[in-house]
């Protein structure tokens, strides 16, 4: 089962799940996320099977923080053992799985990803921004994020590939993927002001665990809003945007 | 052969911008006692490279060096016209390009803790800068947050009951910690022996042939450290005959 997980949030007073069955890979979530997107588009593009708790990280269930002491997604729970941090867990997944290996195995090649990956933070900083009311604020935001396209630029151009891991998207295109996904949703001039990242945008839209993990524009929008009103101090987060599938146990007291 | 942490003087702003490495020749940015350029050196001793080193003025910088790291720290790479930063970055690439025994865990399950590890350690990083850039008196709250990231590596190296992080020898990620745990040893013997584990690792690691190669005396680190909190800072300063 391939996705974002479309399952309900669950949070504070909520009844703790019961754990997976042997062998079974279960992520824990939340729809939206980008770090979450990254392990999921590694999910995907491994074909593993795996189940999806998503996780109210307002109003966290009291029993998460026995999965992971940050109280942070993604979290992996296999056989009782749990796994956290999105690189992390991506590397797992990718090492452990059969199939298409998705890290770079030259060693410059890598050492040159991991740089890349490193100042792709700075497109990362743009959601701070994005969301305020304050033109120059946004403005800010949008020069930040214009550093890490730049970067990523001069990357493609030098490597005269269609993806940072070659002719195929890899792990470090997915690691970097859901952040420019959305700075192609909330910033949409940006991306065409760069010839080989606008290239590189469409080519990824075409990726089968790209297409698969991602929601439309408009929901992504909904979401967002939602997410502003929070920021502007309204109590309430909606994370059940969209399709919400129920689990098959009781969650509610 | 260069081992160690090299005996190069530090280069500054009035400094020339040294020629390039000979084809095939890896060179390394760092600085004598910068804990990330110690990493990358461990590294590089326990893996046999041979390589050059070329020392940094960190307080005044070489204009030149910009050019190499728009950062402007160390460590880095140079080799063959490619420039590869980040202690950790540079690490692991020496482990994967050159042959002798792998230094990275391979299990996926034993490595994904090691990255945990790795992370939490960032606290121990974080708890060290702040304390000793501090008098004693202002110390406490690095302190405080530095023992939060070593009860982390004691709590690691109690669940897995192994000699080192990394399993029966050394290996990356032990690199990767020590050079702090040895300037924590150097500054504040206490912080190590209150955790058990932990300094009886230290002690195995002191015999390790690695860590020995690069290790710094203990009067330098504190040294060095009183003479970063005074901003008087001598790279390029000889061993002083103290009680370590």
Known sequence: MAGMGNERHLETGSIEPPPPGKDVVRVYGMKFCPYVQRLKLVLAAKGVKHETININLVRKPEWYFT?????????????????????????????????????????????????????????????????????????????????????LEKFLKQAKTAFVCGDQ????????????????????????????????????????????????????????????????????????????????????? | MVTGLGEAKHLAKDSELPDPPKQDVLRVYGMKFSPFTHRLKLVLAAKGVEHETVNINLVSKPSWYLSKNHRGEVPVIEINGNIIRDSIVTSQYVDDAYTGDKLTTTDPMKKAKESVLLLDNEKTIRGFIEAAYHTPDKQARGLMIMKEGLEKIDDFLKSTGSYFICGDKPGLTDYMIWPHLERIRALWPICITQFLFVEAYSRRMLRDSVVKQCQLPNSMHRKFAADCRKKKVNYDMVEEIEES
């Open chain 1, 67 to 151: 999965k992971n002491p940050k109280g942070l997604v993604p979290t992996l729970e296999i056989n009782g053992i749990y796994i956290y941090e999105s690189d992390i867990t991506s590397a797992y997944i990718d090492a452990v799985y059969p199939g298409r290996k998705l890290m770079t195995e030259d060693p410059l090649k890598k050492a040159k990803e991991q740089m890349l990956l490193g100042d792709h933070a700075k497109t990362i900083a743009f959601y701070k921004y994005a969301c305020s009311s304050d033109p120059e604020v946004r403005k800010q935001g949008s020069e930040t994020a214009k550093l890490g396209l730049g970067a």
């Open chain 1, 169 to 253: 998207p890899g792990f470090t295109d997915y690691m970097m993927w859901p952040h420019i996904e959305r700075l192609g949703v909330f910033l949409p001039d940006l991306i065409p002001t760069f010839e080989l990242v606008k290239k590189y945008f469409d080519d990824m839209g075409l990726d089968s665990a790209v297409k698969a993990c991602r929601f439309s524009n408009e929901l992504l929008i909904e979401f967002f809003n939602f997410e502003e009103s929070f920021r502007a101090g309204e109590k309430r987060r909606l994370y059940d945007c969209g399709e919400v599938v129920e689990y098959s146990f009781p969650t509610a007291k």
